[in-house]
């Protein structure tokens, strides 16, 4: 079985790419949201023309990263949604609700630091791991049933 999962959440460090190495060997297809901070931000902009007050420029791009986002939240089978340490990432938690209340299985991620701040959103979600190996394990245990060897 093939699963589709969408990796959501902060842009900041290599989270995205050290899931993607360590599933190399599992059958899944990752997918998430542009990466590049400034193409994010001014996409609405740079497709639909200039605004002059920054509300409406920040409003044109996230309707337009909201079309890639949707569709991947909602053609998943899994998502994944890293909170990152350097900043309040208010969309992630947007995402980590949405796929919630669209039944989706979530793994949320993030350090010990935001246990409180983020009880809600673990309440909602299957797994609650802190590393990016953890979510590697949790995947591996999902579409084989085993567990990781830590031994040696």
């Known amino acids: 079985m093939t699963l589709h999962i969408y990796l ?19 059958d899944v297809v990752f997918s998430g949201p542009v990466t590049d901070h400034a193409a994010s931000d001014d996409c609405g902009v740079a497709i639909m023309g200039a605004e002059a007050q920054k509300f409406w420029h920040d409003h044109k791009g996230a309707k337009l990263n909201a079309i890639r986002t949707r569709h991947g939240i909602e053609t998943a089978d899994i998502v994944v949604v890293r909170f990152g340490d350097q900043y309040k990432q208010w969309n992630a938690a947007f995402d980590a609700g949405y796929a919630a209340a669209m039944g989706k299985s979530l793994i949320v991620m993030h350090g010990p630091d935001h246990q409180h701040a983020l009880k809600e959103v673990d309440a909602a979600a299957l797994a609650v791991v802190e590393t990016p190996q953890q979510v590697v394990d949790v995947l591996t245990y999902v579409l084989h049933g085993s567990l990781p060897d830590r031994q040696g």
Do not use: M, N, P, V
């Open 8 to 26: 959501s959440g902060e842009i900041h460090t290599d989270w995205r790419d050290q899931i993607i190495a360590g599933a190399a060997d599992l």
